[in-house]
C-alpha cells in the first residue's frame, strides 16, 4: 500500500502547479484522499479532500477558489491543481487516504496511510 506524490517544484507567485497522488497496492475508488501541507516551522495542515462516495471536495479558507481537488479512479490517481499561488503556500504537500467520506478531513488520525510528500516553493 502505497501514496507517491508528485509535480512539486518552484514557481513564481501568481502561477500554478498541478501535483499528483498516484496510488498503488489499493483501490482508490474505496478511499477518500486529503492533501495537507507543512511549512518550514510549522505544523501539518489540512488543505482539502475530496470524498470516495460522491466526489465532494473540500477546502481550507485559504485555499478556496485558489485549488481544485479531483480524482481518476480509473488511474489510481489523485490531484491538487494549484493556482493564484502565494509565497504563504510554500510547503511540503502530502496526499493520504482515509476510509470515512471528508467529514472530519482536517484531522491527521483520520487517514491511515500518507505519501512521502513534494516540495512546492512559490517565490515573490
Known amino acids: 500500500v502505497q501514496l507517491v506524490e508528485s509535480g512539486g517544484g518552484l514557481v513564481q507567485g501568481g502561477g500554478s502547479l498541478k501535483l499528483s497522488c498516484a496510488a498503488s497496492?489499493?483501490?482508490?475508488?474505496?478511499?477518500?484522499i486529503g492533501w495537507f501541507r507543512q511549512a518550514p516551522g510549522k505544523e501539518r495542515e489540512a488543505v482539502s479532500c475530496?470524498?470516495?462516495?460522491?466526489?465532494?471536495?473540500y477546502y481550507v479558507d485559504s485555499v478556496k477558489g485558489r485549488f481544485i481537488i479531483s480524482r481518476d479512479n480509473a488511474k489510481n490517481m489523485a490531484y491538487l491543481q494549484m493556482n493564484s499561488l502565494k509565497p504563504d503556500d510554500t510547503a511540503v504537500y502530502y496526499c493520504a487516504r482515509q476510509v470515512g467520506t471528508c467529514g472530519y478531513y482536517l484531522f491527521e488520525y483520520e487517514y491511515d496511510t500518507w505519501g512521502q510528500g513534494t516540495q512546492v516553493t512559490v517565490s515573490l
Open positions: 475530496i470524498s470516495h462516495s460522491d466526489g465532494s471536495s
Open positions: 497496492g489499493f483501490t482508490l475508488a474505496y478511499y477518500s
